[in-house]
C-alpha cells in the first residue's frame, strides 16, 4: 500500500524559482526519504530526514518534517532545468524490524528556461 | 564505478513465455529490492531478499519469481500468470534492509507485450 501522497501532482516554474513540493502520510514513521527520477531512468536518492529531525539541507534542497501533521516538505531553491524531473516521497514506516519503504505517486516538476 | 546495472533495458514478451530480468551490483550490498513502476503510478514492491539465499515477497508476487544465489545478482522472472505485465522494472540495493537506508536504483528495464 502507498503511505506517502505527494502535493501537487505536477508543478510548472520558471528557471531561478523556487519549488516546494509536499508529502504527507497516514501512520507513524521512523525516517522519510526524498527520491529523484530523471524520465526513463532509475531513482536517485536525494536526502533522509529522521523522525526526531525537523529540518535538513543539501545544498540546493532544504527538507522539513511535521511529524504531528504527518507531512513532509522538499524544497528546492534556485532552480534549473536540470532539476525537470518527478520526485517521490518514501517512508519507513514504524513496524517494527525489517521495515521497507513505501513510495509515493510522484510529483511531475517542470523547469523551463 | 559501484552501481547497478539492469540488462536488458528494453525486453518484449509472448504470450505464455517467461522472461528473466537482469539485476546486477558491485555496491557488496547485503539487500536488494525489485519494483514495478506503472505510468503515473509510485513504486510497488515486488520482491526483497536481505541476504544471499533468502528473499522475501512484496506487495504484488503474484506472477514473479526470484533467486540470490549470488550477492551481487538478483535476476527477476516474469511468468505467464502475471496478467499484466507490461510496466517498468527497477531493481534497488542498500547496506542492508532497513528503512532507513538509502537504496540505490539501476535504470530499468521496459517490459512489453507482443
Known amino acids: 500500500s502507498q503511505q506517502g501522497e505527494e502535493d501537487p501532482q505536477a508543478l510548472s516554474i520558471q528557471e531561478g524559482e523556487n519549488a516546494t513540493m509536499n508529502c504527507s502520510y497516514k501512520t507513524s514513521i521512523n525516517n522519510l526519504q526524498w527520491y529523484r527520477q530523471n524520465s526513463g531512468r532509475g531513482l536517485v536518492h536525494l536526502i533522509l530526514i529522521r523522525s526526531n529531525e525537523r529540518e535538513k539541507h543539501s545544498g540546493r534542497l532544504r527538507v522539513t518534517l511535521d511529524t504531528s501533521k504527518k507531512s513532509s516538505s522538499l524544497l528546492i531553491t534556485a532552480s534549473r532545468a536540470a532539476d525537470t524531473a518527478s520526485y517521490f516521497c518514501?517512508?519507513?514506516?514504524?513496524?517494527?524490524?525489517?521495515?521497507?519503504?513505501?513510495f509515493g505517486k510522484g510529483i511531475t516538476l517542470s523547469v523551463r528556461p | 564505478d559501484g552501481g547497478i546495472t539492469q540488462s536488458p533495458k528494453y525486453l518484449f514478451r509472448k504470450e505464455g513465455q517467461n522472461v528473466t530480468l537482469s539485476c546486477e551490483q558491485n555496491l557488496n550490498h547485503d539487500a536488494m529490492y525489485w519494483y514495478r513502476q506503472d505510468p503515473g503510478q509510485g513504486l510497488r514492491l515486488i520482491y526483497y531478499?536481505?541476504?544471499?539465499?533468502?528473499?522475501q515477497k512484496g506487495d504484488i508476487a503474484e506472477g514473479y519469481s526470484v533467486s540470490r544465489e549470488k550477492k551481487e545478482s538478483f535476476p527477476l522472472t516474469v511468468t505467464s500468470a502475471q496478467k499484466n505485465p507490461t510496466a517498468f522494472y527497477l531493481c534497488?540495493?542498500?547496506?542492508?534492509?532497513?528503512?532507513?537506508?538509502?537504496?540505490?536504483f539501476g535504470d530499468g528495464t521496459r517490459l512489453s507485450i507482443l
Open positions: 518514501a517512508t519507513d514506516p514504524y513496524t517494527g524490524a525489517n521495515s521497507k519503504l513505501t
Open positions: 534497488a540495493s542498500s547496506i542492508y534492509a532497513s528503512g532507513n537506508q538509502p537504496q540505490h
Open positions: 531478499s536481505q541476504i544471499v539465499n533468502d528473499f
